[in-house]
């Protein structure tokens, strides 16, 4: 008794047809979880930050360094470190605290400043702003308070 091998014209299109219709239903689903992640990823390390001035008595600076400079590509990581001559670059005296993991690189952050800083009362220097995160057709913000 012989057995048929490979694929019959129905199943091909059965297949195709499925694929067509799950692709992007899945790729939406992909880009929902990353967006509720991202904006929890943001919002966490916001607060460990706002946290920080307080409980250490100093300026701490939230930024996405390139080398030891604050630049504004915030899409490869947020950086936070303890500011202590509050100059805004990360120098030999000053203590990094966290770096938040990358973010997808084909995703859009945006944010209006290169640097984030909290005061020892908890505050922000600068007024309120909002992170915008993008990926596809979804985003998240999430807005900062001169309080935090």
Not at 65 to 79: A, V
Request: charged share 15%; hydrophobic share 40%.
């Amino acid at each position: 008794m012989s057995t048929m091998q490979g694929f019959i014209f129905l199943e091909i299109v059965l297949s195709s047809l499925l694929l067509t219709i799950g692709i992007p239903s899945f790729q939406t689903l992909i880009q929902g979880n990353r967006i509720i992640n991202v904006g929890s990823t943001i919002r966490h390390s916001l607060m460990f930050t706002c946290s920080q001035p307080v409980n250490l008595m100093s300026y701490v600076t939230v930024c996405p360094l390139n080398g030891n400079i604050c630049g504004n590509d915030w899409i490869n990581r947020l950086d936070i470190f303890i500011d202590n001559d509050q100059d805004k670059i990360f120098s030999s005296d000053d203590i990094k605290l966290k770096t938040a993991v990358p973010f997808n690189i084909i995703d859009t952050l945006t944010f209006p400043t290169t640097t984030i800083t909290f005061t020892p009362d908890g505050h922000i220097t600068g007024s309120m702003a909002l992170f915008r995160y993008c990926t596809g057709d979804q985003r998240v913000g999430v807005k900062i308070t001169f309080r935090g």
